[in-house]
């Protein structure tokens, strides 16, 4: 009896198998088949324009062959792991008959090596060990593994290697391998056919045109993962892709859809004086959060009582030509405290939802991508946001030899001689209200300048969410005048001189500005001897 079934399930995948390859095989030739003659008339004019239609066609056909010789190397390849799954299944009834000691003679062949299986549990392994879909405590920042940023053909890196190009193309090719794998992977995944299966998702297929920008970091034992980022059918709607390479093939993580139509974002800008900086801030803040965006509230911490009547006219004014009226002005007749500010702010929110907290400086540029990155990297209970930005040298070094600086537009390129990756901030970051709250706030013992973003940072690595630290093309510190006050502690004192001294300008800009009078003396020389 048992044999009779056993062999019987053997036959019935069999024949299963065999159907399917036929129809694939057959659907093949028939996409495969020469056009017929009807075009012919494409060709009988001899024009250079109906030569050039026809040269499209031609093209646009040999696209569709080979979008469809994928599309059928992915449906093989789909049959494999059916056929690999029955054949688990297989297994599975063979070794209970082995067990119950009725596995019929001749069957024992049938039996499967354990070694394929023993590797995907591995693999499955590998990933669950990894800092992919949760977060791991971490001893300091030092020991945090940061994320590399990826468009389609530009990597965005803190570890610059060589070339010192914090942006770049991929010297490497192994490199760019790698990453447009990734993007290959995903649009496979996307386009499969187990995708078109949801029906709530309008659009049918991705391209790379598609794809916005990419995470991706290694972990030396355990393999490298990628977050992929792809367009929606509207500007706020995106699919968020993870895939994880355990040094061997990709498995998929997860493939949601992701809305960000709803998420408010909640700015707060702690301030004291800086009447002129204030200004430029909502110049920004009106092309980008009201013009562009639309989902944001700005929350504004001022200290102290002097230049109050100028801030408040600045966002009189911004009400009265555009209407938004999403402000919150909070004053504190106090000492200056940047985490004071921060922490006021944050819970001065009254609102139900649980709102995502953008902390920002007045002396911070930020772009509408940078906002979609915010509300995709940050998670409430699970992920936070802390973005690398990118800060800019001294102007007045970099464009010395012009008659004056560009506008601030053309300023902000991502470039070693323009600007540095800030890997050492730790002030700019996306958390919502309630982890916020959770993990305890600012320490409120610290005054004044420094030290009390490390150590919200920290509480983060001391817990079990997902720090998200990648440097965003989108943000960046606008180079000011720094002045390192007096009475500051010795900890601190240091660290803003060493801030101070590595915003003016990049180490060949400092070494031209050192050795001046050698370079001009020496031009000197190589005039007279020319002459």
């Given amino acids: 009896m048992f044999k009779r079934w056993l062999l019987a399930l053997v036959a019935r995948v069999g024949l299963v198998l065999l159907a399917l390859s036929c129809c694939l095989a057959l659907a093949y030739f028939l996409a495969c088949k020469p056009a017929s003659t009807r075009h012919s008339p494409l060709l009988s004019g001899g024009a250079a324009a109906s030569k050039e239609r026809y040269m499209a066609l031609l093209q646009e056909r040999e696209d569709s062959h080979r979008h469809y010789v994928n599309s059928l190397n992915k449906q093989i390849a789909e049959l494999k792991d059916a056929l690999q799954e029955r054949t688990q299944q297989l297994q599975g009834s063979l070794d209970k008959a082995k067990a119950r000691g009725i596995l019929p003679l001749g069957l024992e062949s049938l039996r499967k090596h354990p070694a394929q299986i023993d590797l995907k549990e591995f693999f499955r392994s590998q990933l669950n060990q990894a800092e992919v879909t949760s977060g791991v405590e971490v001893s300091s920042e030092y020991a945090v593994n940061p994320y590399d940023a990826f468009s389609l053909n530009r990597v965005f890196q803190l570890e610059t290697g060589l070339t010192k190009h914090p942006e770049e193309r991929p010297v490497r090719k192994d490199r760019r391998d790698e990453l447009a794998g990734a993007v290959e992977s995903a649009l496979h995944v996307l386009n499969g056919p187990l995708q078109h299966v949801d029906t709530s998702r309008r659009k049918t297929t991705f391209s790379p045109a598609d794809f916005i920008q990419g995470l991706t970091r290694t972990e030396r034992d355990r393999g490298s993962v990628y977050d992929l980022v792809f367009k929606g059918d509207t500007p706020q709607d995106f699919t968020q892709l993870v895939l994880f390479r355990p040094f061997g093939p990709l498995l998929k993580v997860r493939s949601d859809r992701v809305d960000t139509r709803s998420v408010l974002i909640n700015i707060i800008v702690p301030l004291s004086k800086r009447l002129d900086t204030f200004r430029q801030f909502m110049s920004n803040f009106r092309r980008v959060c009201i013009q562009q965006d639309g989902r944001v509230h700005l929350t ?35 000492d200056f405290s940047r985490g004071r500010g921060l922490e006021v702010g944050a819970r001065a929110w009254r609102r139900s939802q649980n709102v995502l907290l953008f902390f920002c400086d007045v002396d911070i540029y930020f772009t509408a991508d940078f906002l979609a990155s915010c509300r995709l ?31 601030l537009q053309q300023q902000l390129v991502i470039g070693k001689e323009s600007g540095f990756w800030r890997d050492f901030g730790f002030g700019m970051t996306c958390q919502y209200r309630s982890d916020f709250l959770n993990i305890g706030g600012f320490d409120r013992s610290i005054k004044g300048w420094g030290l009390e973003d490390v150590h919200l940072y920290r509480k983060y690595l001391h817990s079990k969410l997902m720090v998200i630290r990648a440097p965003s093309r989108g943000l960046f510190h606008l180079w000011h005048e720094k002045t390192c006050a007096d009475e500051l502690p010795q900890d601190k004192y240091k660290m803003c001189m060493q801030t101070k001294a590595m915003s003016e300008a990049s180490h060949g800009q400092l070494g031209e500005l050192f050795f001046k009078q050698q370079i001009e003396e020496h031009s000197k020389l190589q005039k007279q001897k020319s002459t």
């Fill in 300 to 334: 504004v911490v001022y200290f102290g009582r002097d230049q109050i009547h100028q801030i408040k006219a600045i966002l009189d004014q911004t009400t009265r030509e555009t209407r938004f009226r999403s402000f919150t002005l909070i004053l504190l007749n106090e």
């Fill in 377 to 407: 990297n940050a998670e409430p209970g699970k992920k936070v946001y802390y973005p690398i930005l990118f800060s800019q040298y001294n102007p007045a070094i970099i464009y010395s030899n012009q008659t004056q600086p560009p506008p």
